[in-house]
């Protein structure tokens, strides 16, 4: 890896809980934490330096997520809810690693 080139960020990492709305209390009642999106099936919550997913087994598998800026050269990208766009690979050791497609700046 060369100086110039960009490292790529984890965006997220996505944990399965039992019950949604439990376990954002439960982070929110014990870490300092922002709720950015929640539904019957997911939540986002901020830290300072990393999103944390709180996922549903049924809906959404444990995974790390990746900007990625070439997540298309894997396959189709689907779209998603709050608009981004993703694919999910395996690593080497079977783990679910979710590639998200680099959001444009807007200024």
């Known amino acids: 890896m060369t100086h110039e080139q960009k490292l790529d960020s984890i965006h997220h990492v996505a944990i399965v809980v039992d019950d949604i709305d439990r376990a954002i209390r439960w982070y929110q ?3 300092n934490t922002s709720l950015v999106y ?5 939540a986002m919550l901020a830290f300072e330096n990393i999103s944390l997913a709180l996922v549903k087994a049924e ?3 444990p995974h790390i997520a990746v900007e990625y800026e070439q997540a298309d050269q894997y396959g189709p990208l689907t779209r998603h809810r709050d608009g981004t766009e993703s694919l999910y690979i395996k690593d080497s050791e079977g783990n679910s690693i ?10």
């Open 38 to 42: 929640a539904d019957n099936s997911w």
């Open 29 to 31: 009642s014990h870490m």
């Open 98 to 107: 979710e590639l998200l497609r680099q959001q444009a700046s807007q200024s």
């Open 59 to 61: 809906q959404h598998p």
